[in-house]
């Protein structure tokens, strides 16, 4: 599918930082991006072709493009490197095969252990920290190591004995364990417990720890070292808070689902971390179901939907020690009792409350509200919610699936025509709808209500005839009148059993059999927008069908009464002239060619006369 097909889709997409991935019509990941704006981003390749060889193939092979969207660019960069890893999209090898991002080492296996910057993971029994995005980050990561802890920088072999320090220690940048009798074994041994503790976020634990040697300090008057102690201290809280969601050393093994429920359906986002990051997103939707229920927000539907869900999608998919979920289930401990079962360990569900879990949880569910948005769209989640509420106005006893509305156009009995035009499922079906031309309205013996029981009678008898289901609801233009000419014909067919409205134009109040007074709903209420939407539909398009009659009988009865001007010069004159008006303004130098001299001159002379 070329780019341009997506076009749609792309315009679609939010003005947020995030990750975007293009994907082959076989559903294959073929190239993941990240992007400050995801909008801006991707609708750039919509002018891309021809700036090089690989982008050309890209864009021969997208067939569709999806989105995850991030709070920031860093922690799009960090889960792009994540879903490149996983999924090892083809254009993305072609370019970065060898993307990787820094990690910290702390050599805990030396005997004064340092801070190094390294470019991967070692099963070595050191202790590692990261991936760190941008790699400037894990520089500084590691120069506050040496400000805040004092761990030495260099590369030397130490052993204690050296005469003096380096001047890394003058500056307040190293413990100097080199020299024992200024830095003994055990007080590195303590500075390095503090850095590891940093680079592993167990931040709560450090910043316990400075504080009470901050206090410890302050008690006996060093003050100096108070208040380096005290900075350390409100630097590692500005870090904690700074934290990375994507990316994360305490998030372990886990899943966490974000769930957007609505009207028209449902829709979730299952995160999948594994060692702290986030290496892979799966989206599930599921519709209202097929009998016209709808999908309410709830903790009880809720629940049920993730009760449902869960069984189906670990049913062959490996399951970690934990499941992050937005809400409880009704039965948690038999869900627990199935996963574990199933993984062969303890599995736990877990609603977190606060803090990093948490905020993966709140964006979960975004993304979970943009496939909910993506796959149903703005107009068609609104038109549900219309649905909905026009099935409680109006007591309907089944979900108005398909609405059937009628207008009558006509000026002073001239031309008149219907139109009759059908709503699906909050959609307009444009490929369902007729238009009828009003029979006997030569005589002008027929108004509104007599051209509306006969299109709406002519209507049903081909559903009869068909076989077809009838509507769940006719919406008739008009009002008392029109409604009852309507009902009328639906007597005399025997389906008076269908239900259908009448909307009036100007005070827009909805007429029913069943009452006296009209019901008047209120101004923006989603099924009064939804039925005025309808209605203002069907009146359009027989607008647009009556001017085309009209045009229609006003070209025939014009050019019909030239004499030599027949049927086939006609369609030439229209041709060569696009209108009556462009004929009647034509030279005869202009019209000999199309319709000869003579036919020319008739055409001249009928016109000079009028």
Not at 99 to 122: A, D, H, M, W
């Amino acid at each position: 599918m070329p780019i341009q097909e997506l076009k749609s889709r792309i315009d679609r997409l939010p003005e947020q930082p995030g990750v975007y991935l293009f994907a082959n019509a076989a559903g294959e990941t073929i190239y993941v991006g990240k992007a400050r704006s995801l909008r801006d981003r991707v609708r750039s390749y919509l002018g891309a072709r021809g700036t090089n060889a690989k982008t050309d193939a890209l864009l021969d092979e997208a067939a569709a493009v999806d989105v995850i969207v991030t709070d920031s660019v860093v922690e799009a960069l960090a889960l792009e490197n994540n879903l490149i890893k996983q999924r090892r999209p083809r254009f993305n090898i072609l370019l970065r095969d060898d993307k990787n991002y820094p990690f910290l080492q702390l050599t805990v296996t030396e005997e004064y252990p340092r801070v190094r910057v390294v470019r991967g993971v070692e099963r070595d029994g050191n202790v590692y920290a990261g991936p760190f995005m941008p790699a400037s980050l894990a520089r500084r990561t590691m120069g506050l190591t040496h400000r805040l802890f004092g761990i030495r920088s260099c590369n030397e072999e130490l052993n204690g004995r050296r005469p003096r320090p380096c001047l890394e220690y003058d500056i307040k940048r190293c413990l100097a364990p080199c020299v024992a009798s200024i830095c003994p074994p055990d007080q590195y041994r303590r500075a390095v417990e503090d850095a590891q503790l940093f680079l592993e976020g167990r931040t709560d634990e450090l910043v316990t720890h400075l504080r009470e040697r901050m206090t410890r300090a302050a008690m006996e008057e060093r003050f100096e070292q108070a208040a380096q102690l005290r900075d350390a201290m409100r630097t590692v809280e500005t870090l904690r808070d700074r934290q990375q969601k994507m990316a994360g050393v305490e998030l372990g093994d886990r899943d966490v689902w974000g769930v957007k429920l609505g009207t028209a359906g449902a829709a979730f986002q299952v995160f999948e971390v594994r060692r702290g990051r986030v290496v892979e997103r799966v989206t599930l939707i599921t519709e209202a179901d097929a009998a016209g229920g709808t999908l309410a927000e709830g903790g009880g539907a809720l629940a049920e939907l993730l009760e449902a869900a869960i069984p189906q999608f670990y049913e062959q998919r490996e399951i970690p020690p934990e499941i992050h979920v937005p809400a409880g289930l009704g039965e948690t401990e038999a869900a627990e009792a199935w996963l574990s079962g199933r993984a062969g360990r303890r599995v736990r569900l877990v609603v977190p409350q606060r803090g990093g879990k948490r905020a993966l949880l709140e964006l979960a569910a975004r993304n979970a509200s943009l496939a909910y948005e993506s796959r149903f769209n703005h107009e068609r989640v609104a038109n549900y919610d219309g649905l909905d509420l026009l099935r409680v106005a109006l007591n309907l006893p089944c979900f108005p699936r398909r609405i059937e509305c009628f207008d009558i156009s006509t000026i002073q009995g001239s031309e008149t025509v219907a139109s009759m035009v059908v709503c699906e499922d909050g959609r307009m079906a444009r490929s369902a709808y007729r238009k009828y031309r009003i029979r006997g309205e030569g005589s002008r013996f027929l108004d509104d209500f007599a051209a509306m029981g006969q299109v709406v009678q002519r209507r049903y008898r081909r559903v009869l005839e068909s076989g077809d289901d009838p509507p769940d609801l006719i919406v008739i233009d008009g009002g008392k009148g029109q409604l009852g000419a309507a009902y009328a014909a639906l007597e005399e067919l025997g389906l008076s059993n269908l239900v259908a409205v009448g909307l009036a134009k100007k005070e827009e109040l909805v007429y029913t059999r069943d009452r006296e007074e009209p019901l008047a709903l209120p101004a923006g209420n989603p099924a009064l927008r939804l039925l005025q939407m309808i209605r203002d539909e069907a009146h359009r398009f027989a607008v647009a069908f009556h001017r085309q009659s009209r045009r229609a009988r006003d070209l025939t009865s014009e050019l019909d009464a030239i004499p030599g001007i027949g049927p086939r010069r006609r369609r030439a004159l229209l041709a060569a002239f696009g209108s009556l008006a462009g004929v009647r303004r034509a030279s005869r130098e202009q019209l000999t060619p199309v319709i000869g001299a003579r036919a020319a001159d008739a055409v001249l002379a009928h016109f000079a006369g009028r």
